[in-house]
T-cell receptor, first 116, second 110 residues
Framework: EAGVAQSPRYKIIEKRQSVAFWCNPISGHATLYWYQQILGQGPKLLIQ????????DSQLPKDRFSAERLKGVDSTLKIQPAKLEDSAVYLC??????????????FGQGTRLTVV | RKEVEQDPGPFNVPEGATVAFNCTYS??????FFWYRQDCRKEPKLLMSVYSSGNEDGRFTAQLNRASQYISLLIRDSKLSDSATYLCVVFMEYGNKLVFGAGTILRVKS
């Protein structure tokens, strides 16, 4: 079974530039998460989708971050404009269920963003 | 209080040792719990799921104490390859979201 696919793996941009990340979840997984992981910390949820609807985006800095999952499958996360503190690994994960059994998430390899 | 708290460590143990990590969570209504392993510069990978009182898989045992709101992970006969960060994850029923702890670093030395 194919896992969660993310691209690109690495990205270096200058502050104030824009960047976009792409994620294709495991087939059949309705729930999709975007997490931000800063070095030395646990993953922090940015946004959660259930199919193509947003379940939780309370920690997404909406003045600069946006995300969409238009057809309920793959998703993009955009940052515009980027700040130095956005340097982190952006992890996409998906899970089969939104509650009960099957809520464990499976992660892609992540995109390592460096803002200079 | 953080929703999920872990002792960051690092735990430095010799090969063959038994080591245990604890994790506390704030929401008593949470029903699903997980331990993930994360190697340096890699993505988190699911180690164990805990839906009832506990789970065991080879050298790894997870236990859940709902009354005290903590989950533990026990690793027996530690191997060098067990060196990693162990993330405690709680599925929060309110909002239906997974919340991660900051992780506990384990270093197994020969």
């Amino acid at each position: 079974e194919a896992g969660v696919a993310q691209s690109p793996r690495y990205k270096i941009i200058e502050k104030r530039q824009s960047v976009a990340f792409w994620c294709n979840p495991i087939s059949g997984h309705a729930t999709l998460y975007w997490y931000q992981q800063i070095l030395g910390q646990g993953p922090k949820l940015l946004i959660q989708f259930q199919n193509n609807g947003v379940v939780d985006d309370s920690q997404l800095p909406k003045d600069r971050f946006s995300a969409e999952r238009l057809k309920g499958v793959d998703s993009t996360l955009k940052i515009q404009p980027a700040k130095l503190e956005d340097s982190a690994v952006y992890l996409c994960a998906s899970s089969f269920a939104s509650t009960g059994i099957g809520t464990e998430a499976f992660f892609g390899q992540g995109t390592r963003l460096t803002v200079v | 209080r953080k929703e999920v708290e872990q002792d960051p460590g690092p735990f430095n143990v010799p090969e063959g040792a038994t080591v245990a990590f604890n994790c506390t969570y704030s929401n008593s209504a949470s029903q699903s719990f997980f331990w993930y392993r994360q190697d340096c510069r890699k993505e988190p990978k699911l180690l164990m799921s805990v839906y009832s009182s506990g789970n065991e898989d080879g050298r790894f045992t997870a236990q859940l104490n709902r009354a005290s709101q903590y989950i533990s992970l026990l690793i027996r006969d530690s191997k060098l390859s067990d060196s990693a960060t162990y993330l405690c994850v709680v599925f929060m029923e309110y909002g239906n979201k997974l919340v991660f702890g900051a992780g506990t670093i384990l270093r197994v030395k020969s």
